[in-house]
């Protein structure tokens, strides 16, 4: 059966010195302005004309109606304050419907997965190399590593019971990530088009879609091309959305440094950020690092802690991270995610 991909559409060349990352939710919508009331509470206004790339979560171009009031943007703009126009964004309208499943596992293959739910038995169809399943820390699993009984939260397409994105270890009556929210994924390009990313990963193969609002560039934020992303890269995908053919959508596409290559080759115990997703404090476990470095998906660092296990992430805006943790020189990471 045909399922789940990820989408990433465009690369756009724009001097990050001159722009800005917004994300919100739209407060009111007049003419080409739109009004955004961002996720640090400030209010920010922006335009867009015929040259702004805006699409929706199954990753389709379109204009922007008075439709889109009350749901979320993320995108890039030509000015770090009010003004300025929009260079790409995804409006999260139109999305792919979904549910959860939430219970213990029964079995689980290649092809189906089967919960027990409270209601009783519920399969869910896993779609090859689109379906994500993730850990409490946001690391890729196998379908191997479904084993009998273990908890588990799967977000599934209501049309076809097809897996989107799932948590072990968790129910969903304890809290999972919305589906709009994102998911990092680390890996080497086998192969890259206008509208589709093939990367192999740690389990596998994963397929994503690209859109005329990807974002893709270096960690420096330099934007790149798609010649660029050649067969053997080290890339690190964010995806937010599927699109109509269910598959997950690449909003954010980094060519990795060599240093960043290096940290994925040592393979130290993960290091684990608990609660995960989280709001105010975080935990980091596992064993005793020296330093933990925190920073966004575009490389920038937002804290660097010494001889410490513990964060207070109350002041971040709600995202995905990237945590470092170093030990005697050897370097694992992982991904946090902050919801308020």
Known sequence: MSGPKRIADMIIVYDPCNT?????????LSGNTIVIKTDRGDMRSTEFNASSSIVNCRGEVFTPTSDVIGARIDGMTTDVGNGGFILNATIYSNC??????????????DSLITVMTSGGSKDVYVYENGSMIVNEAGQLIDIS???FGRKICLVVDKTYSVLLQGIVDITCENGVRDNSEGLMVLGTIQEVSNNELKVVTSNGIMQFALTKATQMMDESRNAVQPAVMSPGSEVRVMTKGHNAELKPIASTVVLMSALSINEQEIPPAHVIVYPNPASSLVTFGAMDYDTITISTMLGQTIAQLNNTHTFDASSLTPGTYIVRATKAGNTSATMM????
């Open 20 to 28: 800005n990352y917004i994300s919100g939710v739209i407060e009111s």
């Open 96 to 109: 792919v419907e979904y549910d959860y499943v939430s219970g213990t596992i029964s079995k689980a293959s």
């Open 145 to 147: 590593e479904l084993t």
């Open 337 to 340: 995610q902050i919801t308020r």
